[in-house]
């Protein structure tokens, strides 16, 4: 009689090539298995056990850049880049407006938000080119996207972060409105346009006011079509992205848009009393991630806007404030005033809780103010050093920074 195996030992004899045969390359080659690609992962870039934060500081008159670690205190040129009348920092970015369009710089250092968590990438740093946009004005981004408007065009000019990442600077897409001074600003996969003061050369209804300048916003989705309706914003005049959505500052208060899968609203938030005779904040200072602004409010004192609570609060200075920005904590708005001083002013009881002699006196150059989880920074343009605040410590003066020159300063690497 033949001999058989049973059933159950062909199956185990045959496992061992079943496993063969489903293994990976690696496996089989006894390399080890490739490691899942990270969130926010650029090639070329290093992911870092902490944010690789920065200061990029800028001539003026000459577009002369240098970029400065704040772990390690090196210092590398960032470039000459022509006469800068505006920068901004979006992720990587820094965007330098010039005659010539925006001028495109990768600080080197980003950092990715997944909420629960984030992650820190570095690269080397430099330029990558020039978004050309005839009379750029203003520019805006989510770090995805980047818009540069252009008022006499009347139009946006998307570019991607991931074409950026790619060295392409073509442009995307473009969001149409009129021929006037605003803007669009990249938010949650939409874009968020204004248009214009009145019905002349607008698209979506009129409001009244001066046609060359913004009165109200709308939100486009990418094809350019309207999502939300306009919603009135009477001598919008600034913006600045919170927590809970983005905030556009108008002349009687602020509207607060926000989105969440494709819907969107928009909501007012006006000044108590409506602002009782006070000139309304033209710019929105904060620290990134926060849900709290700050502004001049004229000569006289600061406006503070907490997001989260709809609500506006008047902070009387003892000296006419250039550059005001909440800490976000509730408990501190920062400020320059015109002769030298740094303020810490509680938004919760208008006390001036610290006050340090930082800065020359004088309003011709005017100090700008970024602020961090722990630290703020304040250019000094006169004597190009940028100081580096302990804000929780009555404004002590941690490090104080020599630098080219220092009349635009952008905190990078967050």
Known sequence: MPRTTPKPVVLLLSLPLLLSACAAPDALSGAAPSAPTPHGYVAGAQENPE??????????????GQLL?????????????????AAHVDGRYALLTTAAGVQVFDTGAWTVDHGEHK?????????????????AGAVAGDGKSIAVFSPSGG???????????????????????????????????HFIASVAGSSAGSSAGS?????????????????????????????????????????FACADGALLVTGEDGAFTAEKIPYLDGGAGLPPATSLGHRPGSN?????????????????????????TPVPVVTAAAVGDGKRVLA?????????LSPATGEVTARAALLPPGSAHRPQLRIDTSRAYVSDPVRSVVHEVDYADGLRVARTFDVPAADFLLETGL
Do not use: N
Not at 295 to 310: C, E, F, N, T
């Open 51 to 64: 944010p690789q934060t920065g200061l990029l500081t800028l001539d003026a008159a000459t577009g002369e």
């Open 69 to 85: 670690s704040l772990l390690t205190e090196e210092t590398s040129d960032a470039g000459t880049h022509g006469p800068v009348t």
């Open 119 to 135: 992650h820190y990438y570095s690269a080397p740093p430099g330029p990558v080119g020039s978004l050309a946009v005839p009379d």
């Open 155 to 189: 139009y946006a000019s998307v570019y991607r972060h991931m074409d950026l990442d790619a060295g392409s600077m073509a442009e995307a897409f473009r969001i149409t409105t009129s021929p006037h001074s605003g803007m669009v600003v990249p938010y949650a996969g």
């Open 207 to 247: 409001s009244g006011g001066d046609p060359a300048v913004a009165g109200g916003v709308e939100v486009r989705d990418a094809s350019d079509a309207v999502v939300l309706g306009r919603q009135d914003c009477a001598g919008l005049a600034g913006h600045a992205r919170v927590r809970a959505g983005v905030v």
């Open 292 to 316: 709290e602004l700050a502004g001049p409010a004229g000569d006289s004192g600061i406006w503070h806007l907490d997001v989260a609570k709809r609500a506006w609060t008047y902070l009387p």
């Open 336 to 344: 320059a005033g015109v002769d030298g001083s740094l303020l810490t």
